[in-house]
């Protein structure tokens, strides 16, 4: 992680497993820019994307080639290759044990240097992206000013640029948890239509990120009912 700080390998848009940086800093870089369109009577789209079983995924051959990319080589290199090599996996049920299969992919969790593998893993995730993209580990979210029809149609592009990438690197978005959050206070907001692999992503009034639940019209009213409820209920 040094290394990859150090030599300004990590991109600014991601906030997770890194110093200084957190979830309140993400969500307040994103509060920042929603609020600002509101502020100016614009509106904005933003598409939740969820990975299926994402660190479980994580190709060692493709891994170790991004590590070789950003410089990772050597005896570094080598001491990765061998801590990802040759791991095994069963699966326990009432005391029965099935046989052994080798895991080819996934970032081992619960090791310290997990976490870093995973960040250069999907490191180069935002790059071609035109609209604005903030990443925290795995979650990732990307937003529009909306304006215009043409705006709609290049946040299209850039949901078809994850999809590209998504396949090109064995990694897989779910469609059926993905979310389009309009931000609006317009009375008639311009309406969500976004596909990913044939399916429309789900317009929303409010979704969950990062623990924080954002509204359509950014006021924090349902936030703060949820948390309540919920120290209510504790």
Not at 114 to 143: K, M, Q, V, W
């Amino acid at each position: 992680m040094s290394f990859a700080e150090t030599n300004g390998i990590l991109r600014e848009e991601q906030h997770g497993f890194r110093s200084k940086r957190s979830c309140e800093s993400q969500l307040l870089g994103l509060v920042d820019e929603l609020s600002d369109d509101l502020e100016k009577g614009k509106e904005s789209h933003a598409l939740i994307m969820d990975f299926s079983k994402a660190f479980d995924r994580v190709c060692h051959e493709l891994l170790l080639h991004k590590l070789h990319h950003y410089g990772i080589v050597g005896t570094m290199h080598a001491w990765i290759k061998g801590f990802l090599s040759d791991r095994q996996q069963a699966v326990v049920v009432d005391g029965a044990t099935s046989s052994l299969v080798p895991v080819e992919s996934g970032v081992p969790q619960g090791s310290v240097i997990g976490p870093a593998l995973f960040l250069l893993y999907i490191n180069d995730l935002p790059e071609g992206l035109t609209s604005t993209s903030r990443l925290f580990a795995d979650d990732t979210l990307c937003h529009r000013t909306i304006s215009s029809a043409s705006d709609k149609q290049a946040l299209q592009e850039d949901l078809n640029r994850l999809a590209e990438w998504e396949q090109k690197w064995l990694m897989s978005f779910h469609p059926d948890k993905c979310q389009t959050l309009p931000v609006s206070r317009k009375r008639n907001p311009t309406p969500c239509s976004y596909k990913l692999h044939g399916h429309i992503l789900s317009p929303v009034n409010e979704a969950k990120y990062l623990g924080v639940t954002l509204s359509h019209d950014l006021r924090w009213d349902i936030h703060i009912l949820n948390s309540t409820n919920k120290a209510d209920a504790t």
